[in-house]
């Protein structure tokens, strides 16, 4: 089970807490009629106002029209090729 805390300041900023303990900060907007979350990072790793700045970059994004998966998937594939792209 989660737990959902949701910033008043921020609409679409939260803190996801899992059944385990383990804190996160998220992004939840509806988009094409569905509700999507986006993870941005942990608790510790980053600080709730690093969070909430790369949280209005993220909503300014959607409102924008960015595809947040699409932009995710394309980061992963250059990872990918960079990582192994000396090695063939």
């Known amino acids: ?3 959902f805390y949701r910033d008043e300041t921020l609409p679409g900023f939260g803190l ?3 059944s ?3 804190k996160s900060f998220i992004v939840e907007k509806r988009i094409k ?3 999507k979350r986006f993870t941005i990072g ?3 790793a980053i600080t709730p106002e690093q ?6 970059e993220m909503i300014g994004d959607i409102i ?3 595809d947040l998966d699409e ?3 394309n980061c992963i594939f250059w990872l990918i090729m960079n990582t192994y792209s000396g090695r063939w």
């Open 51 to 56: 969070a909430r700045i790369k949280a209005a």
């Open 33 to 35: 009629r569905k509700v």
């Open 42 to 44: 942990k608790y510790g």
């Open 1 to 3: 089970m989660q737990a």
């Open 71 to 73: 932009q995710k998937q």
């Open 20 to 22: 385990g303990g383990t």
């Open 64 to 66: 924008l029209g960015v």
């Open 16 to 18: 996801r807490v899992s």
